[in-house]
């Protein structure tokens, strides 16, 4: 089996570990501080939601690398909700944690289906979960704005996700411009 993808650049792993510090961060902070305070709830569900809907049908597909990090994505996005709904609930602050995800869903939905490239239900999901998680962070967001407790663990797992997504427009933009150039 292939380890990794033939045409992969450096932002596409500078991405991937710069996503997979950002939740090692997460898990850190609430397993040894035992505590969920300032980590909204809703953006874990978004990304649970994101991670399945994105490889669905496909989390088995080498490359290997891929395989790995599909597998780790979904079991810690599943684990954080677990956490924060059973061990770490007491100190989860639902009271601010109330933006409505039910409404990013919803604008997420015709997007996906509108700007997916053919409407089959696996490229659907995946358009869909692209724009759901370009929102995902929102919630996050609105909640540190709201309880005004910004802690240095929080702010780091906000950076490097923050840091995640432009890795991934540079990669983009890379592999966009390698199809031009071998055109």
């Not at 902070?29 to 709830?41: F, V």
């Not at 490889?55 to 909700?81: M, R």
Request: include cysteine; hydrophobic fraction near 45%; glycine fraction near 2%.
């Amino acid at each position: 089996m292939q380890l990794v993808g033939k045409n992969w650049n450096i932002f596409r792993y500078l991405a991937d570990f710069s996503h997979l510090t950002s939740i090692i961060i997460l898990l850190y902070k609430m397993l040894r501080q035992r505590s969920c305070a300032g980590i909204s709830l809703k953006t874990q569900i978004l990304y649970l939601i994101v991670f399945i809907c994105r490889y669905y049908d496909g989390i088995f597909d080498p490359p290997l690398y891929n395989i790995i990090f599909k597998l780790f994505y979904i079991t810690t996005s599943a684990i954080f909700v677990y956490l924060m709904r059973t061990r770490l609930n007491r100190t989860y602050n639902k009271k601010h944690d109330s933006f409505n995800i039910y409404l990013l869903i919803i604008i997420s939905l015709p997007f996906g289906y509108f700007t997916s490239k053919y409407k089959e239900i696996s490229e659907i999901l995946w358009t869909f979960s692209l724009w759901l998680e370009s929102l995902a962070i929102l919630p996050q967001l609105f909640l540190l704005r709201r309880t005004q407790r910004i802690d240095l663990l929080s702010t780091d797992y906000i950076f490097f996700l923050g840091l995640y997504r432009l890795f991934y427009i540079l990669n983009w933009y890379l592999a966009d411009q390698y199809k031009t150039e071998k055109k």
